[in-house]
């Protein structure tokens, strides 16, 4: 216990003087803005370089801290992962189930990027109205996994009658060309 509390206050000690020296320094450097004027090269010198100096040991105060045995588990980082083989079947499950799947960053209605807004936008120009829009950001297994399962490394993924059609730019392209609006006709996706 005592070689804990050693450990903890030695931390903190190098916590406080850490938050003292970048304090000086951004003093240091407010202060040389709104006079207008150099306030002293050495005395911001010496405050970026204590700061840079105190730095390792915050560092090595956190690693030997994280490495405490006489830490309780409950302190501990909890990840939680789950098995690749169960996102793997989810997501296949998904593909399968349904003739048009996009795997988007936010939803139709309200895109999170850019690229998931103009795949939508491309399938809305198409006819379709109605495909199985699945969120990304609400579950980061499929985030990780979806890229896994089609080896693509970029979101949005489209997939018409279980096929992997592409991500944004093959979307576009295959728009451009025709070609997508043949494979959605081909799935029955497109309304009449």
């Not at 190098?14 to 450097?29: E, K, L, P």
Request: some cysteine; aromatic content about 8%; hydrophobic content about 45%.
């Amino acid at each position: 216990i005592s070689t804990s509390l050693f450990q903890r206050t030695k931390f903190f000690s190098f916590v406080r003087q850490f938050n003292m020296i970048r304090t000086a320094a951004r003093t240091v450097a407010l202060a040389a803005r709104v006079s207008g004027r150099s306030v002293g090269r050495s005395r911001a010198v010496f405050a970026i370089g204590a700061l840079r100096a105190a730095a390792p040991g915050v560092r090595a105060a956190r690693r030997s801290l994280a490495g405490d045995a006489g830490s309780h588990s409950d302190f501990e980082p909890q990840i939680k992962v789950s098995p690749d083989a169960d996102v793997h079947e989810r997501i296949a499950k998904e593909v399968n189930s349904h003739s048009l799947v996009l795997f988007m960053k936010g939803t139709p209605a309200f895109p999170q990027c850019g690229f998931s807004q103009a795949v939508a936008r491309v399938l809305e120009a198409e006819g379709v109205s109605q495909y199985r829009a699945i969120n990304v950001l609400d579950d980061p297994d499929v985030r990780e996994g979806v890229k896994k399962f089609s080896d693509w490394p970029t979101i949005p993924q489209l997939y018409i009658q279980g096929e992997f059609v592409g991500g944004c730019d093959i979307v576009l392209d295959l728009h451009k060309s025709g070609e997508l609006q043949a494979m959605l006709e081909g799935a029955g996706a497109v309304d009449a």
